[in-house]
Nanobody, 116 residues
Framework: QVQLVESGGGLVQPGGSLRLSCAAS????????MGWYRQAPEKQRELVAI???????NYADSVKGRFTISRDNTKKTVYLQMNSLKPEDTAVYYC??????????WGQGTQVTVSS
């Protein structure tokens, strides 16, 4: 059974930083693509950033220049460094892993709240 477990969320003031982690466990060798998504109250889940197994990245326009996605394939972990956080970044952040066969796994989510 494959599990993705996020950590690192919390409450931070505007302009602050947080680093999210997502660790994969179980019978999975690696993910072709790993990514972060977020869902704010009463809004649809949206893409934040993705990274391929060779390090190609893509970001939502709203986070470009502020967020950085990275991964450690040896640890089967993906990270999201979030800087210059804004109140509109408040959401539940979800980790997603997609295998080479197109199977998708989601984490349970971690809350990020940006407020003074």
């Amino acid at each position: 059974q494959v599990q993705l477990v996020e950590s690192g969320g919390g409450l931070v003031q505007p302009g602050g930083s947080l680093r999210l982690s997502c660790a994969a466990s179980g019978s999975i060798f690696s993910f072709s693509i790993m990514g972060w998504y977020r869902q704010a109250p009463e809004k649809q889940r949206e893409l934040v950033a993705i990274i391929t197994d060779i390090g190609t990245t893509n970001y939502a326009d709203s986070v470009k220049g502020r967020f950085t996605i990275s991964r450690d394939n040896t640890k089967k972990t993906v990270y999201l460094q979030m800087n210059s956080l804004k109140p509109e970044d408040t959401a539940v952040y979800y980790c997603r892993g997609i295998t080479s066969r197109g199977v998708t796994y989601w984490g349970q989510g971690t809350q990020v709240t940006v407020s003074s």
